[in-house]
């Protein structure tokens, strides 16, 4: 039986795929304007919410005992010290939160890059013969990530879904 969690986290995966289904057939795709902006920084922001919706599927299946608004990674973390339980789901998304080089710490950067600091940057790419799509930036550096190198903005946030599923 699926848990309200479960179907949240499940939520906010498919509101990400429907930004992505547009985004992959948007005419205007690659020309960096306000409608693909929105579709991107949506994306971010729901695969995000998904990664951050299993915290609250973990407290619900390791009965941690915290309440809607008291799930957080530290409380988690506290909540399975103080039991003596653990979790290996918990554990390799806690690995990959706190390892700068991780696709979930960039994920987590976009996120709070677009939602709160500024619009995300890219590597603009123009060609007169063919569509290329534009590479988003690590804010953290400015450079074009090491995660997922060389892949388009559209590529980039298909590999962040699959790695959210």
């Known amino acids: 039986m699926t848990s309200q969690f479960q179907y949240r986290a499940d939520q906010k ?6 930004h992505l289904e547009e ?18 920084e949506s994306s971010f922001f729901h ?20 309440g809607l608004t008291k799930v957080t990674w530290k409380t988690v973390a506290d909540q399975f010290r103080q039991s003596n339980q653990s979790s290996p789901a918990f554990d390799h998304l806690t690995q990959l939160r706190n390892d700068a080089t991780s ?9 709070n890059h677009g939602a709160h600091r500024q619009r995300i940057g890219k590597m ?21 990530p090491n995660v997922y190198p060389g ?5 980039v946030l ?8």
């Open 158 to 165: 298909k590999h962040l879904a699959n790695d959210v599923r």
């Open 47 to 66: 695969l995000a919410g998904a990664v951050e919706a299993l915290l609250h599927e973990i407290n619900n299946g390791y009965s941690l005992g915290l």
């Open 151 to 155: 892949l388009g903005c559209l590529d």
């Open 13 to 18: 995966l498919r509101y990400a795929e429907v």
């Open 23 to 40: 985004l992959s057939t948007y005419p205007h795709a690659t020309s960096n304007d306000e409608w693909e902006n929105a579709h991107q």
């Open 124 to 144: 603009v790419n123009l060609s007169t013969s063919t569509r290329v799509d534009n590479q988003f930036k690590d804010p953290r550096s400015g450079q074009p």
């Open 103 to 111: 696709w979930l710490a960039l994920l987590f950067e976009w996120r």
